[in-house]
């Protein structure tokens, strides 16, 4: 593609998405496309020949853009805010134009000199202490993996370089029941087993119960285990409770485990002063992970993990062939050994102009209103008969259920709750999110999830989703 | 920030982009920033308040611009060629601005269903059968990894769904001494240990030898261990040396062994009928890797990988938590359980807008003027006196070295290589990557490595290049 094509057809593009984003609050929110519905209107193979852009632009207009389900709509209060700000649109753009490619400091300086600015920049918007480097990854899943490996190798003294986990004993990790399913999918993967993963009870708030983990802790031990790492939530995936860190720091310390704290989507809330009560003792953890890719508005991918001891980091994950090799390592962080990957793109960029087109302030406000927002919700949901609220409301999450006096089993119970989200969800007037949750009685049932924090999400937004809820429960959507 | 911002700042990155794009050719290839250059520019924290984006834009103009290195530079021929054609940097730009996220695939049937599609449409375009199904990774070095986790759990019947890789024994990897930095890495994260992982002698070819192979092999078996993993290279690293895969594939099947052929660079040649017999066998292989964001020309990153046995990956990867179940699961891949990342970028749109912008056809008329091109530049080499091919070249990377006849030592001789190279990048005109090889005489000296491929490289740049690589050797640069 020429210069003069792209120029012609990115221009187009950036008037569609302007449009889209202009327009998207007033399309249903979830998709109602059938499965194969996109795929069986593409020809089976690659064109042989190009195609003008204009092709694309259509067939995204036509074939695309009506089977979207709509993240950024007000009304999109699924799964968990991934704002994609436009500023942010604007840097990943730029990113991608430029076609830069880290690999070490040389093959593009600015790429790793932005990430290191941006990733100090939001360790003090989130009121970190300098003890603390960032580093940025494709999601959360990753981080939690490179901090699950981390921990293996600090409990093994470098394994890794001799004989691997297979002579190192039973290695063992804790989370809580409420804790992310990428916790046990990376303990899997870093070769933990499952027999080896604990999922802890939790408090009446949905909180890791310490007590019960001192005592699995224990357990272990008298068993002949190693205690290797504890994961603890600053926000869980269903509920976004909030693990007591201090605690947790504590017995990581007692037990000599690995802290990793999991804030990826609540982690976001630290901007705010006023919130970093609920992650107090954050600074005795060995690793935490935040994405920015969620509630904060950096379009996806930007997940942002945290260590304090980077030289260990590196000792686990770097790699150092001859063509790589420059005369500025040692005195530029090298960030293919900081994860996964060996090359990187610019993701900083997005981060960068996210943080500069808003301000800190600009996304201060736009949380507080959300948490605002949330409180409100809750409050309808107390005072209204019928209906209640799962737990505590510590952010944005509003996690409801409603109990008619008509239904008596458990089984009506959760055929109703997913009626009504599914009827609300079909209507695409909102999108909630349904979920299972063990309550403090023993018994799992299905919830709903109600995320408020997209992007064009107002009062009125909300004030019309408490509308909906209740026509929906009473049949009338 | 608003639609109109967004317009506004939106047209003039299209500009900046199309204005670099056209400029690039002019600028020294290599960035000769200073390290710590940028970032002592930059402000210690984020701005409070939001900024304009036209006080971004400057900055970039003035901050990062300057001290790129220029990968999109026709005289590029550093490390690999990482092409970002302006048509998938258009469908990027959609990607970020339509904010979709994948989960599942009702969270955004486009994004699934296209993945399905230019996957496919890409797997016929490289010759493979219908038995492989591909997905978009990050990165060789993940999808590297994912394939040894697969094979780790192939060989332990399910380790990680009960006592992990602890109780299984010695488990093998094999690759060769040329292979990528990337399979050590994979291998000592997925926990085999590095006294586990072979690295096997090569032909004069710089090829696996295959049968030092087989013999480490049976060397392992007899003591007790279990084959694992074998890793062919279609391109390794420093000299895109070509693994016999069919013979691999013979080995791999005699002793149960998982079979994973890294085609990150190289296996873009494959769109070229010509180029196949080049893995020939790669049907018998369980996973391939093959990063479309190299000398294809995807904007970074992605990188497809292709196995036969779905069920098997999905086995090793899938978590199901009950907030991302939908009536859709069944009947449509669940892309989470393909890989690492639970959360999914669109990044299908950059692959789909590449292959329809340019046309298999286009992208097979680029590759081969290339492949062209590095014949050109080795017929020199070959002709010329003192100058001399390390390796045969097989399709875009050219090895070579300078031995005037007043260096007698190895030491000079080393010194001569990396002062001539380190010559060429300081002066801008070029920029090439040194590397050390050993070569058949045992002997490990530092040679030179010409990547050709970038997009706007024609033969005008090659010959240009064979003046600078004389002027350089001369002392005249």
Same mark, same amino acid.
């Given at each position: 593609?020429?210069?003069?094509?792209?120029?012609?057809a990115?221009?187009?593009?950036?008037?569609?998405?302007?449009?889209?984003?202009?327009?998207?609050?007033?399309?249903?929110?979830?998709?109602?496309?059938?499965?194969?519905?996109?795929?069986?209107?593409?020809?089976?193979?690659? =064109?042989?020949?190009a195609?003008?852009?204009?092709?694309?632009?259509?067939?995204?207009?036509?074939?695309? &853009?009506?089977?979207?389900?709509?993240?950024?709509?007000? $009304?999109?209060?699924? /799964?968990? =805010?991934?704002?994609?700000?436009?500023?942010?649109?604007?840097?990943?753009?730029?990113?991608?134009?430029?076609?830069?490619?880290?690999l070490?400091?040389? $093959?593009?300086?600015?790429?790793?000199?932005?990430?290191? #600015?941006?990733?100090?920049?939001?360790?003090?918007?989130?009121? &970190?202490s300098?003890d603390?480097?960032?580093?940025?990854?494709?999601?959360?899943?990753?981080?939690?993996? #490179?901090?699950l490996?981390?921990?293996?190798?600090?409990?093994?003294?470098?394994?890794?370089m001799?004989?691997?986990? *297979?002579?190192?004993?039973?290695?063992?990790? /804790?989370?809580?029941?409420?804790?992310?399913?990428?916790?046990?999918?990376a303990?899997?993967?870093?070769?933990?087993?499952?027999?080896?993963v604990?999922?802890?009870?939790?408090?009446?708030?949905?909180?890791?119960?310490? !007590?019960?983990?001192?005592?699995?802790?224990?357990?272990?031990?008298a068993?002949?285990?190693?205690?290797?790492?504890i #994961?603890?939530?600053?926000?869980?995936?269903?509920i976004t409770?909030?693990?007591?860190i201090?605690?947790?720091a504590?017995?990581?310390?007692? /037990?000599?485990?690995?802290?990793?704290?999991?804030?990826?989507?609540?982690? @976001?809330?630290m901007?705010? =002063?006023?919130m970093? !009560?609920?992650?107090?003792?954050?600074?005795?953890a060995?690793?935490?992970?935040?994405?920015?890719?969620?509630?904060?508005?950096?379009?996806?991918?930007?997940?942002?993990?945290?260590?304090?001891?980077?030289?260990? %980091?590196?000792?686990?994950?770097?790699?150092?062939?001859?063509y %790589?090799?420059?005369?500025?390592?040692?005195?530029?962080?090298?960030?293919?050994?900081?994860?996964i990957?060996?090359g990187?793109?610019?993701?900083?960029?997005?981060?960068?102009?996210?943080?500069?087109?808003?301000?800190?302030s600009? %996304?201060?406000?736009?949380?507080? *209103?959300?948490?605002?927002?949330?409180?409100?919700?809750?409050?309808?949901?107390?005072?209204?008969?019928?209906? *209640?609220?799962?737990?505590?409301?510590? &952010?944005?999450?509003?996690?409801?259920?409603?109990e008619?006096?008509?239904?008596?089993?458990?089984?009506?119970?959760?055929?109703?709750?997913?009626?009504?989200?599914e009827?609300?969800?079909?209507?695409g007037?909102?999108m909630?999110?349904?979920?299972?949750?063990?309550?403090?009685?023993?018994?799992?049932?299905w919830?709903?999830?109600? $995320?408020?924090?997209?992007?064009?999400?107002?009062?009125?937004?909300?004030? !019309?989703?408490?509308?909906?809820?209740?026509? @929906?429960?009473?049949?009338?959507?």
């Open positions: 593609m020429t210069p003069d094509e792209f120029r012609k990115g221009h187009e593009l950036i008037e569609l998405i302007a449009d889209y984003r202009e327009q998207v609050a007033d399309m249903p929110v979830r998709s109602s496309a059938a499965v194969g519905e996109v795929l069986r209107q593409m020809p089976e193979s690659a =064109p042989i020949e195609e003008p852009a204009s092709n694309v632009i259509k067939d995204v207009e036509n074939l695309l &853009l009506p089977h979207l389900t709509h993240w950024q709509h007000p $009304s999109f209060h699924a /799964y968990f =805010p991934a704002n994609a700000e436009l500023s942010s649109v604007l840097g990943d753009l730029l990113s991608s134009g430029l076609g830069q490619l880290g070490n400091w040389q $093959s593009s300086p600015p790429l790793t000199e932005v990430e290191q #600015v941006t990733c100090d920049w939001l360790r003090q918007a989130l009121g &970190l300098v603390w480097q960032g580093v940025i990854q494709d999601t959360a899943s990753t981080a939690t993996l #490179v901090a490996l981390c921990a293996r190798e600090k409990s093994t003294g470098f394994a890794q001799s004989d691997g986990v *297979r002579t190192c004993g039973e290695l063992v990790v /804790y989370s809580s029941q409420q804790a992310h399913s990428s916790i046990m999918k303990s899997l993967l870093a070769g933990f087993g499952q027999n080896s604990r999922a802890c009870a939790v408090n009446a708030d949905f909180s890791i119960d310490v !007590h019960a983990l001192a005592e699995m802790i224990e357990q272990d031990l068993a002949g285990r190693k205690p290797c790492a #994961v603890g939530c600053t926000g869980t995936t269903a409770a909030m693990d007591d201090e605690q947790l504590q017995l990581a310390e007692i /037990y000599n485990c690995w802290l990793h704290v999991d804030g990826a989507m609540a982690g @976001s809330a901007i705010l =002063p006023e970093r !009560h609920l992650w107090q003792g954050v600074e005795q060995d690793s935490i992970v935040i994405n920015p890719h969620k509630w904060l508005g950096t379009v996806f991918d930007c997940s942002v993990y945290y260590v304090r001891d980077v030289e260990h %980091l590196v000792r686990v994950m770097s790699t150092n062939p001859s %790589l090799q420059t005369s500025a390592d040692g005195q530029a962080p090298n960030y293919r050994d900081w994860g990957p060996l990187r793109r610019f993701r900083a960029m997005k981060l960068w102009w996210l943080l500069r087109c808003e301000g800190v600009g %996304l201060q406000q736009r949380l507080r *209103r959300d948490i605002d927002n949330a409180r409100w919700l809750a409050q309808q949901i107390e005072q209204a008969e019928h209906w *209640r609220l799962i737990a505590p409301v510590a &952010l944005q999450t509003v996690c409801i259920i409603h008619p006096p008509h239904i008596t089993t458990a089984e009506q119970l959760d055929n109703h709750t997913q009626s009504w989200c009827a609300i969800n079909s209507s007037e909102a909630l999110t349904p979920a299972t949750i063990t309550e403090n009685d023993g018994e799992t049932r919830m709903v999830r109600v $995320s408020i924090g997209a992007l064009k999400t107002e009062r009125l937004h909300i004030e !019309h989703l408490w509308q909906v809820l209740q026509k @929906s429960v009473a049949g009338q959507l």
